[in-house]
């Protein structure tokens, strides 16, 4: 029986894995490890679909290595120890451990000293942090990588793929609608398994093997309607939902994110709704930066349908919260001044003084340590004197914390007038 086109798309070699490039691009840890022939156990993790088993058996066939598979929840300990024995005959394999944080006991004791000899080269693979969820003794002696969502240019990639590889994609004449793959990549959340899942479904089930947009939205049970064709709407559509959250309006706040969901996009959302918490909400509320981290998080592990409570959650905070710009506009006022004046140097009694010579060159002279000093203040230049007179930070104070930051720095700039 043929492997589906996700398997048989799966990574030969290092150089046909898809996105993950801040781990097996030019120069990067992964590849290195691979062309030095130096490998050495590792935990990756990430959301599903991202690439944790490709890049495990992209490993072994790079290297030109024994490559076996073994599931903490569904495999016998027997197993583990049918690999043991091929390594210690043949030499040196690669094993992908998947589910590695739900290794019992008995199979974590078996696997240690294994880990000690080098005879396996394990490479575990989870959606939990295995920070939080493997147990330390396996955590200390591997190296832990975190792997990203695949963004829908990756997606896209693995899509022409499969359509134009006749050996490993499909052996007969596909052809894709641009808006039906524009709906594919954009709809399954940066899961390259599932977007392939998706198509071959799309594709084998159309009897001219030509999909159309309604054959994809069919295939992934998802509704086209919210989708936009020709690109702008989606932009329109994010841009809407950012001003409703500013605007204070939950209702709309709530109608523009359900959108974004019925759409599958949880990548464009999640991104979205993190930009507003420090833009728009800021130190008005800054607790709620947080709680769209954690939100976003939770909803990235949860995917569609149960993402979409976190991500309630969040609209809701949001379009709530009391509203303040302030940090943004002063950065981005900071870099204006930037732009215009250049790196200029900074004031000597600021400059570093921890290294031998420092004194003869006058670095860190006549620097007054504020926590010496009542209020744990004192005036002093810290800009460069070009822009000693500059002032970036304006509050309108309207929350709780923003009034404190407003107050302090009220205080602050009486001390400097005196």
Known sequence: MQANLARRLRPRTIDEIIGQRHLVGEGKIIR???ETKLLSSMILYGPPGIGKTSIASAIAGTADMAFRTFNATSDKKTKLQEIAAEAQFSGQLVLLLDEIHRLDKPKQDFLLPLLENGEIILIGATTENPYFSVVPAIRSRVQIFELKPLTPEDIAVAVDRAISDADRGFDFDVTLDED???????STNGDVRSALNSLELAVL???DHHVTLDDMANSLQK?????DKDGDAHYDLLSALQKSIRGSDVNASLHYAARLIEGGDLQSLARRLMVIAYEDIGLANPDAGARTVTAVTAAERLGFPESRIPLANVVVDLALSPKSNAAYIAMDTAIAD????GVLPIPPHLQDGHYAGAKKLGRAEDYQYP???????VDQQYLPDKLKNADYFHSDGLGKYERALQLRQEEINRHKNK
Do not use: C, D, E, Y
């Not at 509704?223 to 989708?227: E, I, K, L, V």
């Open 32 to 34: 290195r490890m691979v």
């Open 180 to 186: 039906a793959k524009q709906f594919l990549i954009h």
């Open 205 to 207: 089930s159309s009897s």
């Open 223 to 227: 509704s086209a309607a919210t989708f």
């Open 338 to 341: 930037l732009h215009k004046h």
């Open 371 to 377: 926590h010496n000093f009542p209020g744990h203040w």
